[in-house]
């Protein structure tokens, strides 16, 4: 939905182009509107964007004004964006009664893309911009309220840009005095300049943003007496120079439009052209008044003549604002020394006469002029003081202070006052308060004659807390015993910081490491003194449980001595305690599993808080020692035999033979045993780490010893006759084997109840030597041996 405008917002405005620099085709377009403010509506439009919202612009071809807008754009149009304005505001006296001609030069830009490749017609192209409406003011063109303006920009290709007109001049012109319009060309050389004809365009107030293509433009109906080239009420023909001025002679008070035509050449070929419209006001300002002085702020703005001031007070004073203007003050006659604004303020001690000097370069009827003289008499004073409750430095956690006044000769009853902070309004009361820096200063004045005005004022330095954090980079608040948690002072730069452990000072260090429990603070002082607290940091550190482990017996490696080791550590929990190690199930050991060997068992146990501890006992498993005797042994009585045994032996081992009976060296591993009777022996292996135990038993069995001659002289002679085996009763089934030389057996017996007497089949047996084998039971082994037979 399309806005519409107040009547008359547009005085004026043209179109320039430019490239940009270091590109090829990229380029600059701008638009300058003149808007007038002399209505709260169109201030407010300006204010709001209105007056420039869909402010568009097309392009077309000159030959045949078609619409190549597309070419450039996209979307077919122009749309201006971001802009500055500039204010022409104009300074009148006020006899002239002419109300507010303030103005602005609004500049609006949109960077576009001309490729002269595409764009290479020799007729050229131009830029149309129409927006309603003109001023309402206008004395030379009929229902100007109701016609647009139209801006027309050409161009052709190779152009790097189009004429820049001269800012536009923020003046009037006095009836039936010579006057200049200025609008020369300032960017481009080879300007030819003429008018141009108003075009009446087709926008209207209801529809302000047409954009019309001009294949045949409509000129602006003109009031009697006025054209294109009279387009000002002048008693001398208008000339356009050359230059781009217009000299005139004004025969008539009002508001003329103009258009000047800019054409930019080369070689005798145009280039480009631009045209600028422009409201031209002329008015009777008969005698101009002389500027007045008065007093600062007043209502009243009438000329003073005198002034009373009040030692140790001061006045302002003031004259006319103009900022086409320059001033100069003087005192006495003689100037004041950077006295050169429209306002002058004096103190007590410098009474006297003043006067202002303005001079407008702008002002065509009167540039110069000087006001009357203003005299300033003394009078009685007081004294004005300021005392800030916190002194005038302090940090803003102590704001806000109270800054409270003593007046000395008088009462604050007979007073006003005005603070400000840095020239901004604070309050009217007696006091004020403080919580920020700059300079507080009050201005009493007397609400009776002579009105004196006094001040006084305080340099207060408000300064801020310094940053401060504690950074708690461990990321934890709760530890347990033997952990650590690290804080880390975070501050600004030229800040010192002090770290407190339940308000006790504790350490400058940047980073600390808390291993107590305690509330942490950080404080933060920074170079103004100022100090500033983190939040504290509550750490709470838990003591680790005790835990107990005693030591554990040791173990044989066997499968049947697995043991619960919940019995040897405190405190005893099967959900809060874990034991590890190698053979470990549960609380378990199993040292089958485990294997021989020292293997430490782990005992961990976690308190209710999360705490841990352990403690650690070995679990010696010891392999059972090896201990072997071999065969029972038999052996004669009278007889020695080294009992063998084959098992662990060594340092790491003892052992004990039972019972000692027989044994001729008990305390030896393979001891020699001659028992007179049968004996049964054990032999005990004790490894002496794990006391692990192994034994083994064997028999010694113990037979009569059988006495066997040599020799026997089986003669007859009744002496020697037989071979007698003595000790033989305690073997009934000995057997007795007698074989010759030649390895054939010559006797035989069971029993032996018959000795050998040297007799086979009958027959003696001839003298030698006979080889025996005598076996006396099936325990006893063989004896042998040889007998010598004689006769």
Not at 361 to 387: H, M, W, Y
């Amino acid at each position: 939905m399309q806005h519409t405008f107040a009547q008359d917002p547009f005085v004026g405005g043209y179109l320039q182009l430019s490239k940009v620099a270091g590109t090829t085709n990229q380029f600059q377009l701008n638009i300058h509107l003149y808007i007038s403010l002399h209505n709260t509506t169109n201030q407010a439009d300006l204010a709001s964007g209105i007056l420039t919202k869909d402010l568009r612009a097309k392009v077309y071809r000159k030959r045949d004004n078609v619409d190549v807008t597309a070419q450039i754009d996209a979307s077919g149009v122009i749309d201006f964006t971001g802009g500055s304005s500039t204010s022409i505001d104009l300074s009148y006296p006020n006899n002239c009664n002419i109300g507010s001609l303030a103005s602005k030069d609004l500049v609006l830009g949109k960077n576009i893309t001309l490729d002269f490749t595409q764009l290479s017609d020799p007729d050229g192209y131009y830029v149309i911009v129409e927006r309603c409406c003109r001023s309402s003011q206008l004395t030379n063109i009929a229902n100007p309220s109701s016609t647009s303006l139209l801006l027309y920009l050409f161009f052709t290709n190779g152009i790097s840009q189009t004429p820049e007109f001269q800012k536009a001049q923020g003046s009037f012109y006095c009836l039936n005095q010579s006057s200049f319009v200025n609008l020369p060309v300032i960017n481009s050389g080879g300007i030819e300049y003429d008018f141009e004809p108003l075009y009446k365009g087709l926008s209207s107030p209801s529809s302000p943003l047409v954009l019309p293509q001009l294949a045949s433009p409509k000129e602006i109906p003109w009031m009697s007496g006025y054209s294109t080239r009279s387009p000002i009420a002048s008693s001398i023909p208008i000339v356009l120079s050359n230059t781009g001025t217009v000299q005139f002679l004004p025969s008539k008070e009002g508001l003329y439009a103009m258009k000047i035509m800019a054409t930019q050449k080369l070689g005798g070929r145009i280039i480009s052209q631009a045209q600028v419209e422009y409201d031209v006001l002329v008015k009777d300002c008969k005698e101009v008044e002389r500027p007045r002085i008065y007093i600062e702020g007043s209502t009243n703005t009438a000329h003073v003549n005198t002034i009373t001031l009040c030692q140790k007070s001061y006045r302002v004073l003031e004259t006319q604002a103009n900022p086409n203007a320059t001033y100069q003050w003087y005192y006495n006659g003689s100037p004041l020394p950077n006295a050169t604004t429209n306002k002058l303020r004096i103190n007590d001690d410098v009474t006297g006469d003043y006067r202002v000097e303005i001079n407008d370069p702008n002002a065509t009827c009167k540039p110069r002029e000087t006001s009357l003289l203003t005299r300033v008499i003394g009078d009685g004073g007081v004294g004005l003081s300021l005392t800030p409750s916190l002194g005038t430095t302090i940090c803003e956690d102590k704001s806000p202070g109270t800054i409270t006044p003593s007046i000395s000769g008088a009462t604050s009853a007979d007073f006003s006052f005005d603070w400000t902070l840095d020239g901004f309004t604070l309050t009217s009361n007696r006091d004020t308060e403080y919580a920020r820096t700059g300079v507080y200063r009050l201005v009493i004045t007397q609400k009776n004659s002579p009105f004196c005005t006094f001040d006084a004022s305080l340099n207060i330095a408000v300064n801020p807390l310094p940053q401060v954090d504690a950074q708690n980079v461990s990321n934890k608040t709760y530890i347990c015993e033997g952990d650590v948690v690290t804080l880390k002072a975070e501050v600004n730069t030229g800040t010192t910081w002090l770290w407190q452990k339940d308000g006790v000072n504790l350490s400058t260090d940047q980073t600390i490491n808390i291993t107590q429990s305690g509330n942490y603070q950080l404080q933060a002082t920074s170079d103004k003194g100022c100090k500033k607290n983190a939040p504290e940091v509550a750490i709470t550190v838990s003591p680790k449980p005790t835990v107990t482990f005693a030591p554990i017996p040791s173990f044989c490696e066997a499968k049947n001595l697995a043991t619960d080791l919940s019995i040897y550590v405190t405190p005893v929990s099967s959900n809060a305690g874990v034991f590890t190690g190698k053979g470990m199930t549960g609380s378990v050991f199993d040292p089958s599993k485990a294997g021989s060997g020292v293997w430490p068992i782990v005992y961990e146990y976690t308190s209710a808080d999360g705490c841990k501890n352990s403690a650690t006992s070995n679990a010696i498993v010891d392999r059972v020692p090896r201990v072997q005797l071999g065969e029972d042994i038999t052996i004669f009585r009278g007889q020695q035999v080294q009992i063998p045994v084959v098992g662990s032996q060594g340092s790491d081992y003892s052992f004990t033979w039972s019972p000692t009976t027989g044994l001729l060296n008990p305390t030896d591993f393979s001891p020699i045993a001659a028992p007179i009777s049968h004996q049964e022996y054990t032999l005990e292996v004790v490894a002496n780490t794990s006391r692990c135990k192994a034994s083994d038993k064997i028999n010694v069995f113990v037979y009569p010893k059988i006495d066997i001659p040599n020799s026997f002289t089986p003669n007859g002679d009744r002496m020697n006759d037989t071979w007698e085996l003595d000790g033989i009763d305690e073997y009934p089934n000995i057997e007795v084997k007698i074989y010759n030389r030649w390895g054939n057996e010559i006797f035989y017996s069971k029993g032996y109840n018959q000795p050998f007497d040297g007799i086979q089949e009958g027959q003696r047996i001839p003298t030698g030597t006979y080889y025996y084998v005598i076996k006396p039971n099936v325990n006893l082994p063989a004896l042998t041996g040889y007998v010598t037979v004689v006769k």
